[in-house]
């Protein structure tokens, strides 16, 4: 390991760092301008010495940013081409940029690895919707209620239900609404105060929530409030209570107990690490602690998951760009090529879902795996109506992460020039509608996703196996 010590925005220091040669480049302090900064100095000298750059790798750069503003802005902007000026971004094309808040990695981590279908009954018409609790008011809280809004929409094709509760209700619920005043058109969310919640009797119905979370600033406070959630849940859910016993009858421990309790605990955490014994108490509760720096704060997390989230994604984008080229007859570039055109934002609409990926192989009892044998999903059997199902929960997928990042509908336009203007531009899109009101060519491409399981398992070195009965 080489340490440099110097400032970071300082080229003369980044150049020192062998930065032309370098395949990743993480800006992780906690100030996020000093971060920005160092990405527009790496930006800087790969147009200065372009013939320098390597030729064949992308300089990756991560970006830790936690403002809201900020993100957006960096997102939608940073990467927008500029028009006539192609010698000023011969260096810039090898750099891919990516902004991201530690918080939303983590809530993205939580969001994707615990998902109420792993639970709970979510792919029949008459499975009633996911509901998830979510305990908190911080930023990992809030970033839990927008991953689970992208992300959670199963095959029963009904909105997602989100109960947040906390101190101070109305802090979280008008911050939520200023920024992201469409939520509702994806999930049905409600605020509960802290105190109300654990009053007698409960106004939130226990028997029916999936899946609970808690994201607190205190890693005292969380371990209280996850036993005291426990408790509520068992005192006053009929349905629950019952599972429970049935666990302590088994395992005398409540390791089973319905619903699932996931601790974020927050980066100050100490206090849980004195005592051995308290991960071991809390499982036999079901309810399991993740310590944010251990669990995201790594290589794996930052760097290798999202490279192969984004090797999904570059597919699903490649694809669709050679769709779109032979239809109105324009030429295509390479895979990256096309993907080095892309801003940020963009990007982002092709990596979620490339993650909802592994939703809907689950609706059909499959899964993306290293292992060599099994038997593998003939996509050729799956039947019409569980295409048309997973047609319907991309689209829900993809109109709810549209709301979410402030498009609004509009008629149809004829002319591509002024519709592609309007997406880029002004979030305009005329797609923004139940699926039994799209076009039919549209409908189907919402399937092309799925059909393209198998070929991004193959480049993935992965099968797709169908899941044992007894999984």
């Known amino acids: 390991m080489i340490i440099l010590q110097g400032n970071a925005t300082d080229e003369e220091m980044l150049l020192k760092a062998n930065i032309l040669s370098a395949k990743y ?45 900020t993100m957006n802005i960096f997102k939608e902007f940073h990467e927008k081409p500029i028009p006539g000026d192609d010698l000023k971004r011969k260096g810039v094309i090898k750099i ?38 979510i305990l908190g008011d911080n930023l990992a809280a809030q970033y839990l ?7 959670y929409h199963f095959a029963n094709l009904q909105k997602t239900r989100i109960t947040v509760v906390a101190d101070d209700k109305s802090q979280i619920e008008g911050k939520i609404k200023s920024l992201y005043p469409f939520l509702d058109k994806t999930v049905d969310i409600r605020y509960e105060y802290t105190r109300d919640f654990f009053g007698d ?117 490649y694809e669709w760009a050679k769709h779109q080229a032979a ?45 060599e044998s099994g038997e593998e999903l003939n996509f050729d059997d799956i039947e019409e109506q569980l295409w048309d199902k997973i047609a319907r929960m991309e689209h829900n997928r993809w109109n709810a992460e549209k709301s979410i990042n402030g498009f609004v509908l509009i008629d149809k336009v004829n002319d591509r020039n002024l519709g592609v203007f309007l997406k880029d531009n002004l979030k305009c899109h005329w797609d923004l509608l139940p699926f039994d009101n799209l076009d039919h060519e549209t409908q189907e491409y919402d399937k092309y996703t799925f059909k393209m399981a ?18």
């Not at 527009?40 to 940013?65: G, R």
């Not at 209620?145 to 992300?151: F, Q, T």
């Not at 892309?342 to 292992?371: C, G, Y």
């Open 327 to 371: 239809k109105n007859k324009i030429p295509v570039g390479s895979m990256q090529a096309e993907w080095d055109k892309l801003k940020d934002a963009q990007k982002d609409s092709n990596r979620l879902p490339a993650r909802h990926l592994h939703i809907k192989l689950r609706f059909v009892k499959a899964e993306l795996s290293d292992i």
């Open 96 to 133: 891919d940029y990516h902004v991201f808040s530690i918080y939303q990695l983590a809530a993205t981590f939580m969001i994707d690895t615990f998902s109420p279908d792993k639970y709970v009954s979510l792919a029949n018409d008459e499975d009633p919707p996911a509901h998830l609790l």
């Open 201 to 317: 009797p409960c106004p939130v119905p226990l028997d029916d929530i999936s899946l609970c979370f808690v994201a607190l600033d205190e890693d005292g406070k969380s371990v209280y409030y996850s036993r005291k959630l426990r408790q509520q849940l068992f005192i006053q859910g009929n349905t629950i209570k019952e599972k429970s016993i049935n666990s302590f009858n088994r395992y005398k421990s409540f390791r089973l107990s319905p619903p699932p309790i996931k601790i974020l605990l927050p980066r100050t955490t100490a206090l849980v690490n004195i005592f051995d014994d308290l991960s071991a108490e809390l499982n036999g509760l079901n309810i399991e602690l993740f310590n944010m720096d251990d669990v995201i704060c790594n290589k794996k997390t930052i760097v290798d998951n999202r490279r192969e989230e984004d090797f999904i994604a570059k597919h699903i984008h």
């Open 145 to 151: 209620i927008l991953e689970a809004a992208e992300m």
């Open 454 to 471: 198998p070929i991004i398992a193959q480049l993935n070195h992965k099968k797709i196996l169908r899941k044992r009965t007894d999984d």
């Open 25 to 69: 480049l993480l800006a992780l302090t906690n100030d996020e301008k000093t971060n920005i900064l160092i990405a527009q100095k790496a930006t800087d000298i790969y147009n200065q010495f372009p013939e320098q750059a390597m030729k064949y790798d992308i300089l990756q750069v991560i970006v830790h940013i936690d403002d809201f503003y």
